[in-house]
């Protein structure tokens, strides 16, 4: 899923302290379950909002709003009817919703409430760690099921490098090596023999390189 | 052995001599009069001097500039390029720049990650990896091709070598993954700096049992410490570097005066004791900001004078 984290409130004060009447919109999906954006975070937000400008002596109109995805058309429009009750949106989805909602609502500002992070999984209870960097052309069958372009700092397909140590990367402890991550499962998986086949050269035209991404499918158009 | 390129340090290795090779930084700033002291203390103890690449990730002057002084004052440099850096546009590009100096060393390496250095907020780029971008070279000499599939007029005559790192971890990979170096095209590898000499050896004798010692020529990486405070840095701080305690005793076991020419002992006694073992074809010796001392080791471990080719 993808993985935000919210921003400091201190920001989102910054962005929004010149309007009025202010929607605070929440998403369902991945910003739910990594627990930046979803109803629960919605509405410790908009009170926390509520009552900074209480006390600065300037009370604004602060509602919340959950949608079931904002990254969808559909659910996007339930907020149509009441679009013009507000002078700005502070989304909480992540960056693809964000501008899904302001791409539909022109006139309206949008103000993003996290920061979108990675694509992870939650690996352990408020952990929260990346795995895939959608590079577009997945090379996982080759390295083991652990994906050495988003995990090595370095996205070396051909690694580890020189700064592996005890089993972690050289930008620290905390830090997993990628290429120690492979070699144990190569190992497991009874192919170590396999780390001796040469990456190629990879063509990242898939990735960010390319320009922005799309998938165009004629069997799913009407 | 028939020579691929115009390298001096090929030609020495390939004649059956034990190759000497040094390292040089480039200056934090403009001024090539720093380089050009330092390749003119070492130039005759030396068959080819390395010059880094934005080291530690440090700005610095580009080591193809550097690499330019040296050469022009008659010392054969070896280009080191990283791929933290440049895509595979500006590696090729430089490749023919450097070539166009009629620069015939280069050694490939992925370059510690930007954090460690002065620019922590910047991207990186790792388009290759330090083993694709031996190929790449190799590539372009032996083919005469660009990457993208176009003829090169003139192709780069470049000696290729890489890194190995015997200490890093896991051990029991750093073999497959010299193997993976040569099959890629390393013709010489210059290791990490060795003070577990007996690790080193361990790893020599696996190398040695798949024979990959005559397929690349191996130069062992010696770095002399200058204090047992630089001692417990490298084996504490440096990612990849593997410092018994037995040399940080002995450092502190004399008085902080003679500390440096202690570093200096040992790193003679380890070259020494390297010379005997089968498949080390030279050493490569990286005395960081220290390159004066250079001379002393080379003659004290009696591999002055260099020979003539
Ligand atoms: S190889 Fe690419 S697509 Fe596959 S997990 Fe890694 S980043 Fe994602
Ligand atoms: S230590 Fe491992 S994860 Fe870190 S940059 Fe090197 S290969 Fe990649």
């Known amino acids: ?222 | 052995m028939s020579l691929n390129t115009e390298s001096k340090l090929e030609k020495i290795l390939k004649a059956g001599h034990l190759g000497v090779t040094s390292e040089c930084g480039p200056p934090r700033g403009s001024d090539p009069e720093g380089i050009k002291e330092k390749g003119k203390l070492i130039k005759d103890y030396v068959d080819a001097v390395n010059v880094t690449d934005n080291q530690t990730a440090m700005t610095r002057m580009s080591s193809l500039a550097a690499c330019i002084h040296l050469k022009l004052m008659g010392v054969e440099p070896v280009l080191q390029m990283v791929t933290r850096d440049r895509n595979r546009i500006a590696l090729q590009s430089d490749i023919l720049g450097a070539a166009s100096f009629d620069i015939n060393n280069m050694l490939c390496l992925s370059g510690d990650h930007q954090s460690f250095g002065d620019c922590a907020q910047g991207q990186n780029v790792h388009d290759l990896d330090s083993m694709q971008l031996v190929q790449t070279v190799r590539h372009m000499r032996d083919e005469g091709k660009f990457l993208g599939g176009d003829d090169i007029k003139r192709p780069p005559k470049m000696f290729v070598g890489a890194a190995a790192n015997p200490f890093a971890d896991p051990f029991e990979i750093r073999v497959p993954r010299l193997a993976k170096k040569i099959a890629c095209g390393a013709e010489f590898i210059q290791t990490q700096c060795i003070y577990n000499l007996d690790k080193f050896e361990e790893w020599m004798k696996r190398v040695e049992e798949r024979g990959l010692h005559e397929k690349t020529f191996i130069m062992a990486g010696m770095t002399p410490m200058k204090s047992v405070g630089m001692a417990k840095y490298m084996k504490n701080r440096v990612p990849g570097m593997d410092v018994p305690d037995a040399i940080i005793d002995r450092l502190a076991g004399v008085p902080k005066e003679k500390q440096a020419q202690e570093g200096i002992d040992i790193c003679v006694e380890a070259i020494q004791r390297l010379k005997e073992v089968k498949g080390v074809s030279g050493f490569h010796i990286m005395a960081i900001e220290w390159e004066e001392k250079v001379p002393e080791i080379v003659e004290r471990s009696g591999l002055y004078p260099r020979p003539e080719v």
């Open chain 1, 1 to 222: 899923m993808i993985i935000a984290e919210k921003k400091p409130i201190e920001e989102i004060i910054e962005e929004i302290k010149d309007f009025q009447r202010i929607l605070i919109l929440g998403c369902n999906e991945c910003v739910t379950v990594c627990e930046a954006g979803g109803k629960k975070e919605v509405e410790i937000l908009a009170s926390a909002l509520r009552m900074y400008f209480i006390n600065k002596g300037n009370e604004k109109k602060i509602d919340e709003k959950t949608l079931e995805r904002q990254c969808d058309h559909e659910y996007l429009e339930e907020i149509r009817e009441n679009i013009d009750d507000y002078d700005a949106i502070v989304s909480l989805a992540c960056g693809v919703g964000v501008q899904f909602a302001a791409e539909k609502y022109l006139t309206t500002p949008l103000v993003p409430g996290v920061n979108t992070v990675c694509l992870g999984a939650n690996e352990d209870r408020g952990l929260w760690t990346e795995r895939c960097q959608a590079c577009g052309s997945c090379v996982l069958a080759k390295t083991g099921g652990i994906c050495p372009v988003s995990r090595c700092a370095k996205r070396v397909l051909n690694g580890p490098c020189g700064g592996s140590t005890n089993g972690k990367c050289e930008l620290g402890k905390d830090v997993d090596c990628a290429w120690q991550l492979i070699i144990d499962r190569l190992r497991a998986l009874g192919k170590l023999d396999d780390y001796e086949k040469v990456a190629p050269i990879k063509d990242w035209s898939t990735d960010r390189a390319g320009g922005p991404r799309t998938v165009t499918r004629e069997d799913v158009k009407i």
